[in-house]
Structure formats: C-alpha cells, structure tokens
C-alpha cells in the first residue's frame, strides 16, 4: 500500500513539473447548454406556466409576465408604472400595511417592474412558506384596489422625483435619448408631472380590468426547490378565477422614422461645468439573431475598464472618468449608445474619438488576446447571472414573450465564447455607423455650442425637451 501511494506521488511530482508557471493556463471550453431544463405546463385557464426545479437552496420565486409597459400607456404615459407599484397597496381583503406586514412576517420580497413591453410582479421567499406567498401573490395580481390614498402618495413622489429630474443630466439625457431616437412610438413618450396629474384611479383600474388576463401574453415561472407535480395543483388553485377576457385590438406601432445624417441634439443647462454625451443609433429589437454575439463585440468597444473607449477617453486623452458602450433591445425596436462625460472645453473632441473608436472596430480586424479577454468576460458574466433565480426566471419568460429560438439560452454561453475577429468586424459594420447618428449632449449651449457645431447641425433644446428657435 504505501509502494503504491508513493508511486502516485512521484507521477503527481513528474506532472506537476511539465507545467510552465510563466505562461497563463488557457482558458477550457464553455458549456455546451449550462442555462436549466425546465418544464412546460398550462393551467386550464390558459395560462403558460414554466417550473425550473434547482434544489441548490431552499428558496421559490414566482413571476409572472404580461404585455404591459409604455407600449400600453395610450395617452397617459406612465399609466402602467402607477398599475405596478400599488398592487400590493392594497387589495379587496388588506389594506396597505397588512399586505406589506404579511409579506414581511414571511421573511419574502414582492416586486413589481415595468417596462417598455411588459410588467412583471414576482414574489421570493423560503420554500417552506410557498403556500401563503402564494396567497399574496395572487391576491396583488388579482384584487388590488388602486387605493386613493396610496395613489396620491405616489402621484406625489413621481412627480417630485420627475421634477428632480431637471436637476440630473444624466435623465435629462435619457430622456432626450428616447425622444429623438423613437419620435412619436410609444418608446419616445417622454412621462411629465402634467402627465402624471392627468393619471386617474379610474385610468388604473380600467388599465388592470383590460389588460391583467391570461391571455394578454402572460406567463408563469416558478424557479426554486420545488417539484412540478406539486406546485401545478397550487397554482391551479390559486389562479382558477383568472378567466381570460376578450382583449381590445392591438397591433403593433408604426416602423421608427429612420435617422438621417449626423444630427446633435443639445439640451441647453445652463451653468453646467461639464456634458453627458450620449452617440446613438436605432437598433435591433430584441428577437435579435446576433445578440449573443453583438455582446462581445460592443463590450470589446466599450465593456467597462477593458473597453476600447475607456481605454481612449480616460487612460489615452483624459477626457472623462469612463465611457461605455451597450445595446438596448425591446420588441418592436433597440438602440445603441455610447456614453461619456465630458469637461466643456473637450466635449466635441471626446465625441470625435467615440466616433474614430467606431470606425475603427468597423474598419480593422480584432486581435485576438483582444477578442479573448471579451470573450471570457461576457461568458464569465453570464454563467455567474445563472445563480440569480430572478434573472433564470425573466430569461425562461422571454424565450415566448419575445418570440426567441428554444434553445437560445442553452447556446447562449458557447456562441459569446466562440465569437470570431471576421465575426466581430461583420456584426460591427452590420450595426454601427457614424454616418445616420444621433448625438445626445446635455450642458451649457453657450460653453459648447460653437465647436459642436463643427461636427454637424446643432438643435438645442430646454428642459421640457422642447426645441429652441
């Protein structure tokens, strides 16, 4: 016995010796299909229910997805965000402080988001307590009362919040951002505090009665250490009265009005000692076939201290703190910026050198320990996120409200890992272009007007978003 334990050990030595300490180790393949199997089920009402089975913890999250968001505002932006916040404001059986009391008791979290395309409610706590979370959980989604009192509260606070808003640069730019890319789409809606006063209760509650069916795109996920067996009767039962409706037409916006040129669109601030810059273009929406692979090559670009503009702006010249990149994908559209901000007297030269860095990935070929560290970072990135159960729990809900292949999240990982230069070069002259751009700059017009202008025509806007004649 010790013979042969000493055996083991030299050829253990022998190994250990070939390797080359110097020289970094390369990095192993990436999984083949690390996103989860789930099950796909139906309640009789209708309703597609999805289960991801994980007993790592023993913890649940429920989240359910509908068609919502600004693509169903109408006339009243932000109808939708006010729907989202007071569903557990109160319902027919608790007022706000004992629903917020029962959900705390239980040691849970009840969150509701609202986006372009959809809202989403989700409920996570321990699974010994799925019973009564549950409960609450269908009691928000199905019997809030959009409380008077709850609602004036928030009424408040939005417009408050919206008013604040003219002091930041940075929403001042988002703003702008949505209105020049998107025009009259409902993504352009620009929410004010004379919108939010036009907001009712009534609005409200015929927002929930038209819109909150099961038939309106809606979805069930539950992810956590349960078993598919167990959790369908439950949520049968507590769902059983959630009857489909008949639905008002709806059909998809009008196509966005093309960008034309390269226009700079200046939101005057007076006093502003330096510009939130903002290079934009439309983009893809979110059923996007490359997406996996645009990841790497826009974080190449601008994908945090590593990225190509960080790298230029800040390290190279000095111009700002940081600067990124990113795309933004909804259904029906998407857009790409680049980010910086900027001392004024540098302002038009940092947005020269974002358009020289998009160029030049459109232009030359990616090296390839470049390319790689990208490669690793995003790959990295993602199967780190597989941890999260929300974010296993949105992306299982996307394969169907955004019409994605079966299989996009179990290639996910491999397609971003196996990217290509020619790859990153072709999704790049694909994507980006200097030519039909909008430039989104947020500071003093009298500071930095006249070397913008040197770029291309200059429109300036004030605080309402409103053009200056």
């Not at 259904?331 to 007297?345: I, K, L, P």
């Not at 860095?357 to 597989?386: A, C, H, K």
């Amino acid at each position: 016995m010790k013979t042969t334990a000493l055996f083991f050990a030299i050829i253990a030595c022998a190994a250990f010796a070939d390797i080359d300490r110097t020289k970094k180790p390369e990095p192993g393949p990436a999984p083949a299909a690390a996103f989860p199997d789930y099950a796909k089920e139906k309640l009789s009402t209708g309703l597609k229910v999805y289960v991801v089975e994980d007993d790592r913890k023993p913890t649940i999250t429920i989240r359910l997805l509908l068609r919502g968001g600004n693509i169903l505002d109408g006339s009243k932006p932000g109808t939708s965000d006010f729907v989202g916040s007071l569903l557990n404001r109160g319902t027919k059986t608790r007022d706000a402080a004992t629903f917020a009391e029962a959900v705390e008791s239980l040691g849970g979290t009840l969150e509701s988001t609202t986006g372009e395309d959809g809202l989403s409610v989700s409920i996570s706590g321990l699974v010994k307590f799925t019973d009564p979370l549950l409960e609450l959980f269908a009691d928000a989604i199905l019997n809030p009362v959009f409380d008077e009192e709850q609602f004036a509260k928030e009424k408040k606070r939005a417009i408050s919040n919206l008013i604040a808003q003219k002091k930041n640069p940075g929403a001042l730019a988002g703003n702008l951002l949505n209105k020049t890319l998107f025009g009259t789409h409902p993504y352009g809606q620009i929410i004010t505090p004379e919108s939010v006063e036009a907001i009712t209760q009534d609005d409200l509650v015929k927002f929930h009665q038209t819109w909150f069916s099961p038939n309106n795109s809606a979805s069930l996920v539950v992810v956590g250490d349960v078993k598919t067996s167990e959790i369908l009767p439950k949520l049968e039962k507590a769902f059983a009265n959630w009857k489909p409706v008949p639905l008002p037409e709806w059909k998809r916006s009008r196509a966005l009005e093309p960008l034309k040129d390269l226009t700079i669109h200046l939101l005057d601030r007076p006093g502003s000692v330096q510009s939130n810059v903002i290079v934009a273009l439309q983009g893809a929406s979110r059923n996007n076939p490359d997406l996996p692979e645009l990841n790497v090559m826009v974080s190449t670009l601008g994908g945090g201290f590593s990225g190509r503009l960080f790298q230029n702006l800040r390290e190279k010249h000095g111009y700002t703190y940081g600067s990124s990149a990113a795309f933004g994908y909804f259904a029906e559209a998407g857009y790409f910026q680049a980010t910086a901000e900027t001392r004024n007297d540098v302002t038009a030269s940092a947005i020269q050198e974002i358009l020289n860095e998009m160029n030049r990935i459109r232009d030359e070929i990616v090296e390839m320990p470049e390319l790689e560290l990208q490669r690793q970072y995003n790959t990295g990135n993602y199967l780190l996120s597989l941890e999260n159960a929300s974010r296993v729990a949105t992306r299982v809900q996307d394969i169907d409200f955004y019409s994605l292949p079966a299989d996009f999240y179990k290639t996910y990982a491999k397609r971003m890992s196996s990217v290509t230069p020619e790859k990153v070069q072709k999704l790049a002259k694909k994507y980006l272009s200097t030519e039909n751009v909008a430039i989104i700059v947020v500071g003093e017009a009298k500071e930095i007007k006249a070397s913008l202008e040197k770029l291309g025509t200059v429109i300036v806007y004030d605080t309402d978003y409103k053009v200056v004649k």
